[in-house]
Nanobody, 125 residues
Framework: QVQLVESGGGSVQAGGSLRLSCAAS????????MGWFRQAPGKEREGVAVIDSRSNTNYADSVKGRFTISRDNAENTLYLQMNSLKPEDTAMYYC???????????????????WGQGTQVTVSS
């Protein structure tokens, strides 16, 4: 069984920073592709960033230059450093792992086999 547990969410003012973490445990390949998604009320879940075993990354255009995804394979932990936060970044953030699709479909939620429970990020103006 695989478990993904997110932490680090909270409430910040616009321009602030947060660092999300996702601890993976169970029968999961340490180097599997992992990503961050987010879902705001009334909106579809969207891909934020993804990272592979060699730390190749992809980002949604809306977060490029502000967010950084990274991983610690020794600790089996995924991170998302979020800087210059905007009110439109407000959402529930989810960690996901082990997509069955190709790298070029990294933003497709249904491709991922494992999900965390989410951590709320709220950015006020």
């Amino acid at each position: 069984q695989v478990q993904l547990v997110e932490s680090g969410g909270g409430s910040v003012q616009a321009g602030g920073s947060l660092r999300l973490s996702c601890a993976a445990s169970g029968y999961i390949y340490v180097g599997t592709v992992m990503g961050w998604f987010r879902q705001a009320p009334g909106k579809e879940r969207e891909g934020v960033a993804v990272i592979d075993s060699r730390s190749n990354t992809n980002y949604a255009d809306s977060v490029k230059g502000r967010f950084t995804i990274s991983r610690d394979n020794a600790e089996n932990t995924l991170y998302l450093q979020m800087n210059s936060l905007k009110p439109e970044d407000t959402a529930m953030y989810y960690c996901a792992a082990d997509p069955s699709g190709s790298w070029f479909r990294w933003w497709v939620p249904s491709d991922y086999n494992y999900w965390g429970q989410g951590t709320q990020v709220t950015v006020s103006s």
